[in-house]
């Protein structure tokens, strides 16, 4: 079976069409540029794309949504998305959406009105939780059944456009009753749509059977756990565990292909999992250092990561730029604000 293989697009990054101004950042990234380099990308040998969010947000990466009824006019339009979803199948390739269930902007209507307070978590002391600290961003009180009603049904209004795939942003966010209802209602009208969970880091996360959990984790690794506990609650996840043990061996073992200690790593690990249970491979995106830098700069290895995750028999995503041996200078995560800038350039 031939490799799935899925270009993974910052939309306002990718050939920015126009100059924006520094509100928001933005740089000018929109869906018709994406529609005119479809053959730049299914020449990259890509036979399916996957976007950031496109609906109305507070910053140029998509995932403040201030709307989840419209598209954001930086990127275009609604009609501009059904037309690149149309002429990505027609070249026989797939397309995924990104979708943010665990919070939104404070500005966004739901929770600026004050008419939906039981929508939003809230401490004790009155104040509202908000994801990783931001007091921008609030969290929906994912137990309450209007918000399950409410999102599932965003979500499937992106099924109805086409998307053959949905990435769940920050799935370890939203109880696992929530994804329950989400995925026994988007699967009962679109059963063919995969749903693909973004487990990553302790941020949120609580396990499902904490004796389970607790043992995966001292037999494994707590990020294989935490992916364990996903297993019969969605298609797949994204295989960070994977991107770990690529990245490490590139970092510590300066080897790749013919490295057995990391084959049986990765033979291990995917054993792990059931038939059908979908790892989706990555080896950066938007949130982590770029692979080439994991890499030292060495473009040897750099070329030896995409050739072996190329070889794997599950989906693979290749993140924007990665063609043009993106790098970046510094780490990501050293503690400057706004550091992941520093993987997010432009493609042009």
Known sequence: MKQERVYHIQIDRFFPMRDEDANGNFKGGCIKSII?????????????????????????????????EQVDPHFGTKADVVELVKEVHKRGMVIVADFVANHCHKSCTLFADGDHRDWFCYKSNGKYKCFAGIEDLPMFNSKNKEVQRYLTQKALDLCGMGFDAIRLDHA???????????????????????????????LDFK????????INKLRYDAQEARQLEY?????????????????????????????????????????????????????????????????????????????????????????????????????????TPYADERVRMCLS
Request: charged letters at 25%; hydrophobic letters at 40%.
């Open 36 to 68: 005119e380099h479809l053959d730049y990308i299914q020449g990259l040998g890509m036979s399916g794309i996957m976007l950031t969010p496109f609906y109305k947000t507070a910053a140029y990466h998509g995932y403040h949504i201030v709307d989840f």
């Open 207 to 214: 396990p499902r059977n904490y004796v389970r959990y607790f």
């Open 231 to 335: 297993v019969g609650i969605f298609d797949g996840v994204l295989d960070f565990r994977y991107q770990q043990f690529v990245c490490n061996a590139a970092y510590k073992e300066k080897a790749i292909i013919n490295n057995r200690k990391l084959q049986e790593k990765v033979r291990l690990h995917f054993a792990r999992y059931p038939t059908g249970f979908q790892l989706w491979l990555f080896l950066d995106n938007h949130d982590l250092n770029r692979f080439m830098f994991e890499c030292g700069g060495d473009e040897k290895l750099f070329k030896e990561g995409i050739f072996y995750s190329q070889q794997q028999n599950m989906p693979w995503l290749m993140f924007y730029g990665t063609e043009k041996e993106f790098t970046n200078d510094k780490s990501i995560f050293d503690g």
């Open 172 to 202: 370890t966010g939203p109880c696992y009753a929530f994804w329950k209802y989400f995925v026994r209602n988007v699967k009962a009208k679109y059963p063919n749509v995969r749903l693909i969970g973004e487990v990553w880091g302790e």
